[in-house]
Each structure stands twice: as C-alpha cells, then as structure tokens.
C-alpha cells in the first residue's frame, strides 16, 4: 500500500490549508444611485436593474 | 447515479413538485410577475415557456395539454388569449429572471421572473422621477405595449382617489 514518504512540513500543510480562506464576495457599486450591491443583482435601494426601474422601493 | 437527470427537485416528491410549478405558472400568468426564490424561479422557466409554446400552437389539442399540466381553466385561457399572441414574434426566452439578492430571515437568494413581453409596471407615484428615467430607456416597442396597460392605472387610481376623498368628506 502507498504510504508518504515525508511527514508534511508546517509551512507546506499551512500554504495548502491557506487556498481554503473565506473571501469576502465581490461587490459592485449601483449604476444609478452607487450603492454597494452583489453585481448581476436588482438594486436594493433603488430598485434599478440595467438601466431601468425593476421594483419601487418605499421612500423613507 | 443521476449523470444528466436534470430535474430541480426542490425537496419535494414529484407530484408535489408538479403541482407547485403548475400553481407557480398560474400566478405567473395572472399576474404577470412574481416574486419567488431563485431555485423556484429558475425550475419555473422551463415549464412556463412549455405552456406559451402549447399557447402559439392555439390548437385544441394543445389547449388540452396545457389544461392538463396547469389545471386551472381560467389561466389557461389567458395564456392562449393574451400572453402567447403577445410573444408571437418571439421564438423562445419568453421569461426574464431578475435576481433580487438574499431574503432577510433565512438568506434565500430571491428573484423576480416575469414575461419579457409584459408591459413594464413602476408603481407609485413616489418613485415618478425615477420612472420617467426608466421609460426614457425603453425600447418603443416595449413603450408602445406599456402605454395600453398605464392608462388603465392612472384612471383607476383617479377613481380610486376620489373614491377616497368622499370617505374622507363622509368622515368629516
């Protein structure tokens, strides 16, 4: 049966683990009023989607 | 091993299933837009341009088959009516799928899907500025289907509105 031939050294184990980091999602600004929004995404506060209005957001 | 079984399955059993999407493509039919989550939306599309292509069909047999998966006579007959007509010259992609980001309690991603061909709806008057800037963007097709459906609005709510201002003269 294949075993490892090397124990796996701390630098070699923590640089694998590190690909594994959480990162934070991509986020764009809103072309109409630059809020911050998840791209591909409606904007939350105010409701534009490609140039257009897609939903009413209530004032206040 | 499920290489290439397409099916979203929801969660659910398959008749379960059927019976959520019919009802989905109800409401999308009488509404003309819902809101839902993206996973539903997305399993929604595939069946809702089904039913538009059986409605450019228009036969009966066709109308049959619709009734069949739908259930509901009154949708199905505004789908042949009035949403296959209004997607004539359009050969497939009847639906448009708009991502609305994630639900507060339980960060569900949420969509709108609503038909591509459906008259743009921006209510309230609120946002009036925002959609003058909206339909200065729309194509004159789309602005051409839009304007029957506006009219209706704007009169319905002048009714609405005085309808209000007697109450209020009533109260007072």
Redesign the interface.
Known sequence: MGVPKRKVSKMRLRTRKASHRWHAPQMNKCSQCGSTLQSHTACGSCGYYKGRQVLTIDAG | MRHQKKTVKLGRTAEHRKALLANQVCSLIEHQRIKTTLAKAKAVRPLAEKMVTLGKKGSLHARRTALAVLRQQDAVKKLFDDIAPRAAERKGGYTRI????LRKSDAAPVA?IEWVDAP?V???P??DE??K??KA??TPAAEAAAAAKPARKTSAKKSGATADADAGAKSE
């Open positions: 708009i991502k609305l980001g709108f743009v921006v209510e309230e609120a946002a925002k959609g800037k909206g963007a729309k």
